[in-house]
C-alpha cells in the first residue's frame, strides 16, 4: 500500500489550464478505473470532484476533467479562478478492500 | 442533505485504545458503505478502513492492520472505529466519509468535519 505519486505543487494564473498527475502501479491505478480526485481547502473537510476517472458528481464545474494512461492518472482544471487554489488529492483502489491516496497537490492560483 | 458528526476523539496516551463514532443522516444508511480516513497534522490524506453496507466485508490499511477495528450499527445510524495500542504516529484528524454504494468498492462522496486524535504521553 505505497502512497500513489503526485507533484508536491503546481501553480497557474487566473483563466489558464492546469494538470496534476497521479502515478500508481499496476496494482492499483493501472488495474481500475477507480481512480477520484478530492480538493481540500485549508481547515475544510475534502471534497469529491472527480469519481471512477472522469466523471464528475453533480455541481462540480465542468472546468474539473479528469483522464488515465496506464498507471497515471490526471485531473485537469481548465479557466483557472481564485477559488481553485487548494491541496488537491488523487485516490485509488488498491484491491483486497483497500484504497490508496496519493501525497497530496497544493495549486498556487497567482 | 447528508451529515455525517465525528465524535470520540481527544488526548490519549501510546498503548491506550480510544472508540470514535459517526453519526449519520441524511441519507439510508445501510444503503451505503463507509469509510474512516485521517489526516496527521501537516500531512496528506490516508485511507484507514472501510466497511460495506451490512458489515459483511471489511478493508484496512497495513499501517492499522490488527490495532483498528471498524463496525456499524445500521440501527443507529452510526459507525464506529474501536482503536487499539495507539501509537504516536496515529495522530490525525480522522474523518468519516460515505461511500456511493454498498460495496468498499465504491468511492467516497460525502465527508465529516473530522475528530481529532492526539497520541501523546
Known sequence: ?110 | EVQLVESGGGLVQPGRSLRLSCAASGFTFDDYAMHWVRQGPGKGLEWVSGISWNGGTMGYADSVKDRFSISRDNAKNSLYLQMNSLRVEDTAIYYCAKGRGRSTTWDFDDWGQGTLVTVSS
Not at chain 1, 6 to 11: M, Y
Not at chain 1, 58 to 69: A, D, E, L, P, Y
Open chain 1, 1 to 110: 500500500q505505497s502512497a500513489l505519486t503526485q507533484p508536491a505543487s503546481v501553480s497557474g494564473s487566473p483563466g489558464q489550464s492546469i494538470t496534476i498527475s497521479c502515478t500508481g502501479t499496476s496494482s492499483d491505478v493501472g488495474n481500475y478505473n477507480l481512480v477520484s480526485w478530492y480538493q481540500q481547502h485549508p481547515g475544510k473537510a475534502p471534497q469529491l470532484m472527480i469519481y471512477e476517472v472522469s466523471k464528475r458528481p453533480s455541481g462540480v464545474s465542468n472546468r474539473f476533467s479528469g483522464s488515465k494512461s496506464g498507471n497515471t492518472a490526471s485531473l485537469t482544471i481548465s479557466g483557472l479562478q481564485a477559488e481553485d487554489e487548494a491541496d488537491y488529492y488523487c485516490c485509488s483502489y488498491a484491491s483486497s478492500r483497500t484504497w490508496v491516496f496519493g501525497g497530496g497537490t497544493k495549486l498556487t492560483v497567482l
